[in-house]
């Protein structure tokens, strides 16, 4: 066994005090008999500080110890290798990589407080280095995507990924989809929901392999940069939350590494798609709210379901009122055939009931022709029906997200495919809880008596108080008044000149 003593004294020998050359090599001599030295090797440095590291001595032993040549190295105490913790943590590391041991003759170091302050200090230098490697690997990877490469493999619908030059070609029959998908919405200003209907009327094949596009696959292909050519590296931060979790968070643009990629749509054409999303999200937002004085109160005559907003022309800027059948997609996927009425014009609708109320209110007489239009008996056997439908409806979509959810545990579907589809779902679920409670308000008012003539005279005219109302005011009051009302469009006339005609018929609160 091969030992190395290291012994060291300062010029002031007031602080050296107990520390004399030879009381140091005495020490470390028996300290390393003990241990079962056979070969010992002294190095002494006579008058340097402690508070460097560059000691001849000392220099000397480390270059040795880098050849491996001893098995233990002893020091009288940790202070005579070095004062400054750093440099004491430096020899340290040096010692251990050499396969040594590090021994005190004076002190069990390992067991005083200075020792343990050393090992904590190895465990952040450990921590240190650990930082160290991941910083490492993030500018490797920081490293390939400035030089343009693209780092993950995913294959983006539209592209191919070339693991050769570590970058993306352009899937020419992807990319036509994709140049029409922008196409619809740049030159025809359609929005994402009448988007997914025209690919899926063409039977165009969806990101979704087998199945039918989503109106979130439309809008991710819409909003990613990368069809105009740029994808950003370090966009994303992940962390480990549990043992097959990470949680993302966006890092600040700052730090965004902009990679560029094959371009499928010009900048130009990427903005203006931008454009036109604000702009069908904020015509969205105001038919919400005002616009439409009867929405949620029109019923389809033919066949006593609610009727819907609906939009039409080539900016979609005519509105009307349509069987909910010829819309809503749990109808489009049953096999039952759309109802044939025809759509109302929401404007007419609109204008001829808040007329007809007006005109009611001032000429109390047409109260019994009102009368005379609240649905017959025959009506509930058709409301019950729909009813009915409405129930077993809601019983599918259940079940439907039961196999989407089962899918997910058995890691048929990602985590996107499962939230968009149940997005879908809620959806639906929530047009059918809708129309569920109209329907059986609609029952229960069937069923109970009618009001008088004066009390229909005086709840019109405690809404309907005033000249000149607003769009809200006119709609609020509307609301107030009317339970439902049930139209139908009678005339055969299209297109442009067309006149329709419409039967109406009032239900009051
Ligand atoms: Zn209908």
Same mark, same amino acid.
Request: proline share 3%; with cysteine.
């Given at each position: ?10 010029t002031? /020998? ?24 056979t ?14 590291i ?35 943590l ?35 230098v ?23 490469l ?47 209907k025209?690919l ?43 043992l ?29 798609a ?19 004085l ?48 025809? /759509? ?16 009611l ?31 077993k ?5 259940? /079940? ?28 639906q ?14 029952l ?15 709840t ?14 006119k709609?609020?009051?509307l ?24 039967h ?6």
């Amino acid at each position: 066994m091969n030992a190395a003593i290291y012994v060291r004294v300062s010029t002031d /020998q007031q602080a050296e005090k107990g520390y004399s050359i030879d009381t140091q090599l005495e020490a470390c001599r028996k300290y390393a008999l003990e241990l079962g030295a056979t070969n010992i090797e002294e190095f002494v440095d006579n008058g340097y500080s402690g508070a460097f590291i560059d000691r001849p001595a000392l220099t000397s032993l480390r270059e040795k110890l880098k050849k491996k040549l001893f098995d233990v190295v002893i020091a009288y105490a940790p202070d005579r290798l070095a004062r400054k913790t750093i440099h004491l943590l430096i020899i340290s590391e040096e010692i251990e990589k050499a396969g040594a041991l590090r021994k005190f003759a004076s002190v069990n170091f390992e067991s005083t407080s200075e020792g343990e302050l050393m090992y904590k200090f190895q465990g952040i230098v450990a921590e240190y280095e650990k930082e160290k490697i991941k910083e490492r690997t993030m500018r490797g990877k920081r490293g390939k995507a400035s030089k343009g490469l693209v780092i993950s493999n995913a294959k983006p619908f539209g592209y191919l990924f070339d693991p050769e030059k570590n970058t993306y070609v352009i899937n020419e029959l992807e990319a036509e989809i994709i140049r029409m998908i922008f196409d619809f919405i740049v030159k025809e200003e359609m929005g994402t929901a009448r988007i997914c209907k025209e690919l899926n009327a063409r039977g165009i094949p969806s990101p979704r392999k087998k199945k039918s596009w989503i109106v979130s696959s439309v809008h991710r292909i819409l909003t990613n940069t990368l069809y105009k050519g740029i994808i950003y590296s370090m966009k994303y931060r992940y962390e480990k939350i549990g043992l097959n979790q990470r949680k993302r968070t966006l890092r600040p643009e700052t730090e965004w590494i902009p990679i560029p990629v094959p371009a499928i749509v010009d900048e130009v054409t990427w903005q203006a798609a931008q454009k036109q999303l604000q702009k069908n999200k904020d015509f969205a937002k105001r038919n919400l709210r005002h616009d439409y004085l009867l929405n949620g109160l029109v019923t389809c005559a033919k066949c006593g379901r609610a009727m819907v907003i609906s939009h039409s022309g080539s900016k979609q800027l005519i509105s009307y009122y349509a069987c909910l059948s010829q819309k809503s997609s749990s109808y489009l996927y049953s096999d039952q055939e759309p109802c044939t009425a025809r /759509q109302v014009p929401t404007k007419l609708l609109d204008e001829y009931v808040f007329d007809y109320l007006m005109e009611l209110c001032n000429n109390p007489a047409k109260i019994t022709e009102y009368l005379e239009c609240i649905p017959r008996n025959k009506d509930i056997d058709k409301q019950q029906a729909a009813l009915a439908q409405m129930i077993k409806a809601e019983k599918d979509l259940i /079940q439907q997200k039961e196999t989407v959810l089962r899918w997910f545990r058995q890691k048929m579907l990602t985590e996107g495919e499962v939230e968009s589809q149940l997005k879908e779902i809620r959806g639906q679920l929530l047009d059918i809880a809708n129309m569920k409670k109209t329907y059986e308000a609609e029952l229960a008012a069937a069923s109970s008596s009618s009001s008088s003539p004066a009390e229909i005279v005086a709840t019109i005219r405690g809404n309907l108080y005033k000249e000149n109302f607003t769009v809200q005011e006119k709609r609020s009051a509307l609301q107030a008044i009317l339970d439902r009302v049930i139209v139908e469009r009678v005339d055969h006339t299209r297109g442009r000149g067309s006149r329709p005609e419409i039967h109406v018929q009032l239900k009051l609160k």
